[in-house]
């Protein structure tokens, strides 16, 4: 089994940007990585997700603002935020899984942008 922990979240003013960091326990080289996120009464959504093959996929409303990495050395993915918006704030799991079968998840960390 694989434990994922984030970290990186905090406040941040709109436009400003942060990088979240997710360590995994096991190796990370067979695992799909994957960003969700929830919002204050709403459900997660996905944000982004990068393959085995280092392929990359982002939401909509994300694209061109975020990057999503991953150091299979370091066991970590990362989650690189800029021009961050108000409603860019939410809590931040991080998930794992082969296929992209999310079977692994992280505790989550808060992410505050206000003006």
């Known amino acids: 089994e694989v434990q994922l922990v984030e970290s990186g979240g905090g406040s941040v003013q709109t436009g400003g940007s942060l990088r979240l960091s997710c360590v995994a326990s096991?190796?990370?080289?067979?695992?799909?990585m994957g960003w969700f996120r929830q919002a204050p009464g709403k459900e997660r959504e996905w944000v982004a997700r990068?393959?085995?093959?280092?392929?990359?996929y982002y939401e909509d409303s994300v694209e061109g603002r975020f990057t999503i990495s991953k150091d299979n050395s370091k066991k970590t993915s990362y989650l690189q935020m800029s021009s961050l918006k108000h409603e860019d704030t939410a809590t931040y799991y991080c998930a794992a899984g082969v296929g992209c079968a999310w079977d692994y998840w992280g505790q989550g960390t808060q992410v505050v942008v206000s003006s």
């Open positions: 096991g190796s990370t080289w067979r695992y799909c």
């Open positions: 990068i393959d085995t093959i280092g392929l990359t």
